[in-house]
């Protein structure tokens, strides 16, 4: 029988993801991996990723730089403005 597309967030995706993170959880591996990112981000490599994921959300708000350049197809032309 064919795959039916459930869509973003479906069902089955969802029950296969708490099926494997259970074991998980129950082990007590969830919370040394916890602690370990933890200390990750205590540590000075911690603020570079943080530095970098506070600089993809400012990115990621508007729309891809790419899109917006002259002569893409099927979008009109705005300035970049980097170069404004």
């Keep these: 029988m064919p795959q039916r597309n459930e869509?973003?967030?479906?069902?089955?995706?969802?029950?296969?993801?708490?099926r494997r993170a259970r074991p998980h959880v129950k082990t007590g591996r969830a919370r040394k991996t916890a602690r370990k990112a933890a200390a990750t981000f205590a540590s000075p490599?911690?603020?570079?990723?943080?530095?970098?994921?506070?600089?993809?959300?400012?990115e990621a708000r508007g729309e891809d730089r790419g899109l917006s350049k002259q002569g893409t197809p099927g979008r009109d032309p705005k300035p970049d403005p980097d170069t404004a």
Excluded at 7 to 18: H, I, K, L, M
Excluded at 45 to 58: D, H, N, P, R
Aim: proline letters at 0%; zero cysteines; a negative charge.
């Design 7 to 18: 869509g973003e967030g479906g069902r089955t995706a969802a029950q296969e993801y708490s």
């Design 45 to 58: 490599e911690g603020t570079a990723l943080g530095e970098g994921g506070i600089k993809g959300k400012s």
